[in-house]
């Protein structure tokens, strides 16, 4: 069983659609959560950033965290044609640093 | 502009071959990532260097080496390249621990790398 599990789609949604995207992750040490969107041919740019257990919202964007079935979620409203890339979950366990462990993304198409 | 400068952004080379790859952090931020990304893998952790010092190994293979020098650019080198070795390379930097934003990575526009 991978580390960080994620679905990697493609997501196809039209303009205005709710996206949840998903992730799920086997180890319990896991205390910081982020979501990175990378566009085609770019370098991925932190969208969310989450510590433990909670919810997080940030304009369109809101992440959720539910340790307890080690699960993470990023929900994006309103959702615009500019939206479309592939977004990553990472994670890490506790400490003042380490490297981030990814899930493979999920493509999503936002159509208009 | 992430604040974080790869270098080459292309590189098509031959199998058997050698390269290096550079990679300067963010002004301020003293660690520094490498990344692998291919199609079937995702972002994979390679090495870890803070201010100089290896901190942390990933899947990172034998013929694969990095360093971080005094000014912080660090270097990955790759040898005896393979075609499997053809990827995105990506660096990521972040602060000090402590410092404001010490657990978030910011990555740089990655290197492409091409074995053929």
């Known amino acids: 069983q991978k580390e960080v599990e994620q679905d990697p789609g493609p997501l196809s949604v039209p303009e205005g659609a709710i996206v949840s995207l998903n992730c799920t992750y086997s180890n319990s040490a896991f205390q910081y959560f982020m979501w990175y969107r990378q566009y085609s041919r770019k370098g991925p740019e932190l969208l969310m950033y989450t510590y433990s257990s909670g919810n997080k919202e940030d304009g369109r964007f809101t992440a959720q965290v539910d340790k307890s079935s080690k699960y993470i979620s990023l929900f994006i409203r309103d959702s615009q044609p500019s939206d479309s890339a592939t977004y990553l979950c990472a994670m890490r366990g506790g400490g003042s640093q380490g490297n981030l462990i990814f899930g493979k993304g999920t493509k999503l198409s936002v159509k208009p | 502009d992430s604040g974080v400068t790869q270098t080459p952004k292309h590189l098509i080379t031959a199998t058997g071959q050698r390269v290096t790859l550079r990679c300067s952090p963010r002004?301020?931020?003293?660690?520094v990532y490498w990344y692998q990304q291919s199609l079937d893998q995702g972002l994979q952790f390679l090495i870890h260097?803070?201010?100089?010092?290896?901190?942390a190994k990933g899947n990172i293979l034998e013929r694969f080496s990095a360093q971080q020098f005094p000014d912080l650019h660090s270097e990955l080198n790759l040898s005896s390249l393979e075609l499997g070795d053809s990827a995105l390379y990506f660096c990521?930097?972040?602060?000090?621990?402590?410092?404001?934003?010490?657990?978030?990575?910011?990555f740089g526009a990655g290197s492409r790398l091409t074995v053929l």
């Open positions: 002004s301020g931020d003293l660690s």
């Open positions: 990521a930097s972040s602060p000090r621990p402590g410092g404001t934003g010490a657990n978030v990575l910011t």
């Open positions: 260097y803070y201010n100089g010092e290896e901190r």
